[in-house]
């Protein structure tokens, strides 16, 4: 078995744009691998996105019902979006939190953050709790369609070992708002 280099860094040499869209860019770099050889790499450039677990006053959690055009199906998640140019993961995630499902919460805690697919997009989703939740008026965008969901702890551990939510970014929030209150119970 080859033993690997020292550092498994690949080197830039050259990018360019394959794709500008209104939320996604692509982009072709050639790099330099780490024994010396080139090749290259495909990659969706995206600005990052928050995800929220926003825990209502009876301990439920709120998720989201909305159709997903590229899997043609409605998926269950838990409110998200992505950063606007320049704005801070806290503040997307309050605006999202906001705009989505017209709460606002007291409490902030940041869980940390996952990388979705690093074989070939850039994007960063930071993970949120949202505690204190105290609702307003809800600010949809035109064209997002939606319903609001009520679900125990329990219930979504449940929906997920049985397949019925599948969104990755869901899925991996919870799991650390679990180790979140593992961790606090001590």
Same mark, same amino acid.
């Given at each position: 078995?080859?033993? =690997?280099?020292?550092?498994?860094?690949?080197?830039?040499?050259?990018?360019?744009?394959?794709?500008?869209?209104?939320?996604?860019?692509?982009? @072709? $770099?050639?790099?330099?691998?780490?024994?010396?050889?080139?090749? /290259? @790499?495909?990659?969706?450039?995206?600005?990052?996105?928050?995800?929220? /677990?926003? /825990?209502?006053?009876?301990?439920?959690?709120?998720?989201?019902?909305?159709?997903?055009?590229?899997? @043609?199906?409605?998926?269950?998640?838990?409110?998200?979006?992505?950063?606007?140019?320049?704005?801070?993961?806290?503040? %997307?995630?309050?605006?999202?939190?906001?705009?989505? %499902?017209?709460?606002?919460?007291? %409490?902030?805690?940041?869980?940390?953050?996952?990388?979705?697919? =690093?074989?070939?997009?850039?994007? %960063?989703?930071?993970?949120?709790?949202?505690?204190?939740?105290?609702?307003?008026?809800?600010?949809?965008? $035109? $064209?997002?369609?939606?319903?609001?969901?009520?679900?125990?702890?329990?219930?979504?551990?449940?929906?997920? @070992?049985?397949?019925?939510?599948?969104?990755?970014?869901?899925?991996?929030?919870?799991?650390?708002?679990? /180790?979140?209150?593992?961790?606090?119970?001590?």
């Amino acid at each position: 078995m080859n033993k =690997p280099p020292a550092s498994l860094e690949e080197i830039c040499l050259a990018s360019e744009r394959i794709f500008d869209g209104t939320l996604l860019h692509v982009r @072709r $770099d050639k790099i330099l691998l780490p024994n010396q050889r080139t090749s /290259v @790499r495909e990659y969706i450039n995206h600005p990052g996105a928050a995800v929220i /677990v926003p /825990v209502l006053q009876d301990g439920a959690l709120l998720l989201e019902r909305q159709y997903r055009y590229p899997l @043609r199906d409605e998926i269950i998640e838990f409110p998200a979006g992505k950063l606007d140019s320049g704005e801070e993961p806290l503040a %997307t995630a309050q605006r999202e939190l906001l705009e989505e %499902t017209g709460y606002r919460a007291e %409490t902030w805690h940041a869980l940390g953050k996952i990388h979705p697919l =690093p074989a070939y997009s850039d994007e %960063t989703i930071y993970c949120f709790v949202a505690e204190n939740l105290t609702h307003e008026q809800i600010c949809r965008d $035109d $064209d997002e369609f939606l319903e609001l969901l009520s679900v125990a702890p329990s219930a979504l551990s449940a929906a997920i @070992r049985s397949g019925k939510i599948t969104d990755a970014k869901t899925i991996c929030a919870f799991f650390m708002f679990q /180790v979140m209150k593992n961790e606090a119970k001590g």
